[in-house]
């Protein structure tokens, strides 16, 4: 009985030092994380961030920045500084001049014109590193300090155009079209890839689900322009759209298509609030993963991307909650559906099987990917049956203008 005694007393003493072992060495892991994530808040803190918006909160799509950058570097404690309403002109060199003077080792702008003057910060200024958004000429700069970055918005368009085919479908059904079949009016900004992409590939998530809907698309010649945009909107409204979206800053469609009780889909970020009864859903690009991902670059050493392309995965490619009652019965279900598929690369938005350009498949196209001032084509885009858009570079260069979408003007 005394043998038993001792064993039970034995095997007692190596139980608990092995959980007072196992808490040990938790706690160490623990410390261990606790410290590697101060060592990274430090390092982190030695960065300062400065911005340069187009335009200012006012703007959906520099709105879209500023949250963006707000909260990536308040939650890696960075000091950043904002500049708005900088012009597509030599006003962004100078302002990247300033935010240099003031101790900024990243500049990052995000329009589309800002690009030849932030190359021109870049060259100047060799130790700071410069970030831009949309731009197309960072892979054959070869500047080891400017880098271009862009997200496959085209696949939340895409999950966006879904939601406005399930709502023309739900149209249809009611006897309520305007017309012999779906259409949809679309407000874009310029005749550039990044627009061409965006609504080509609406229109392609609306065709998915509505197979004979066709789309309008009207150009403002500006990225905002809050009248210019309203009376678009009001125009494909009045020749008889059922549903409108857009790729333009401000509230103008959106605005209109409430006061006429048309269903809208708009662009980075809900616009719910001022129009409860008519938004559906709204797509955008979250920046923030990009802001963080170039801030720890910075803080740890390591060389930024020259062209970054954020996706669904990382978080880059969001859509808004949807507004169920605008939406037509089923709308969430059916792009989570069709999102786990982008995911899983069992969808692709541009599959060429999906669409026709003159009536015709789409087997091979030559796009404008190296860019120069004549525009020349250089880079085959259609791989495994489908056009392998922001691949080859961040930003986009889908510019097919395929069947059943009519441009109603094409001077910008």
């Known amino acids: 009985m005394k043998n038993i005694k001792k064993i039970i007393a034995v095997l007692l003493a190596v139980v608990l030092a092995a959980v007072a072992f196992a808490a040990c060495s938790k706690n160490a892991a623990n410390n261990g994380e606790e410290a590697e994530s101060n060592s990274a808040q430090a390092a982190a803190s030695d960065v300062k961030v400065g911005f340069i918006f187009l335009h200012d909160e006012n703007s959906t799509y520099d709105l879209n920045f500023i ?12 000091e950043y500084i904002l500049k708005t309403n900088i012009p597509e002109g030599n006003e962004c060199y100078e302002a990247a001049a300033e935010l240099v003077d003031e101790g900024c080792n990243i500049v990052f702008a995000d329009s ?6 932030m190359i021109q910060a870049a060259k100047e200024f060799p130790d700071v590193e410069f970030c831009h958004a949309t731009g197309t000429k960072a892979h054959t700069e070869n500047l080891a300090n400017y880098h271009n970055a862009f997200a496959s918005i085209y696949e939340g368009r895409y999950l966006a155009g879904i939601a406005a085919g399930l709502k023309l479908n739900e149209i249809k059904e009611a006897g309520q079209l305007k017309g012999d079949v779906p259409k949809m009016g679309y407000v874009g900004a310029y005749t550039y890839a990044e627009v061409i992409s965006g609504y080509t590939s609406f229109y392609l998530g609306a065709k998915s689900v509505c197979s004979d809907v066709v789309m309008d698309v009207r150009f403002t010649g500006s990225w905002y322009d809050e009248t210019a945009e309203k009376e678009a909107a009001q125009a494909l409204i009045d020749s008889g759209c059922d549903l409108i979206s857009q790729h333009a800053d401000s509230m103008g469609a959106p605005t209109a298509c409430e006061a006429a009780g048309i269903p809208d889909v708009s662009y980075n970020g809900s616009t719910v609030e001022a129009c409860p009864n008519t938004f559906i859903v709204s797509s955008r ?17 390591k060389a930024i991307d020259a062209d970054w392309t ?40 541009f599959d060429t ?39 080859s570079r961040s930003a986009p260069y889908f510019d097919v203008q395929i069947d059943g979408i009519t441009l109603l003007n094409e001077a910008f």
């Open 310 to 349: 954020g996706t669904i995965a990382t978080g880059s490619v969001e859509l808004t909650a949807v507004n169920e009652k605008a939406a037509a019965a089923g709308t969430q279900e059916k792009i989570d559906e069709a999102k786990a598929q982008l995911e899983a690369g069992t969808l692709h938005v």
């Open 67 to 78: 949250n963006a950058a707000k909260e990536a570097c308040e939650e890696l404690g960075v």
């Open 285 to 301: 690009i979250n920046w923030a993963p990009y802001f963080k991902y170039i801030i720890g670059c910075v803080s740890e050493g």
């Open 353 to 391: 099987a999906t669409f026709t350009v003159g009536g015709a498949p789409l087997d091979t196209y030559m796009a404008d990917v190296d860019t120069d001032e004549a525009f020349t084509p250089d880079t085959e885009a259609i791989k495994d049956g489908y056009f392998d858009e922001s691949a």
């Open 112 to 117: 589309f014109g800002h690009e030849d003057f």
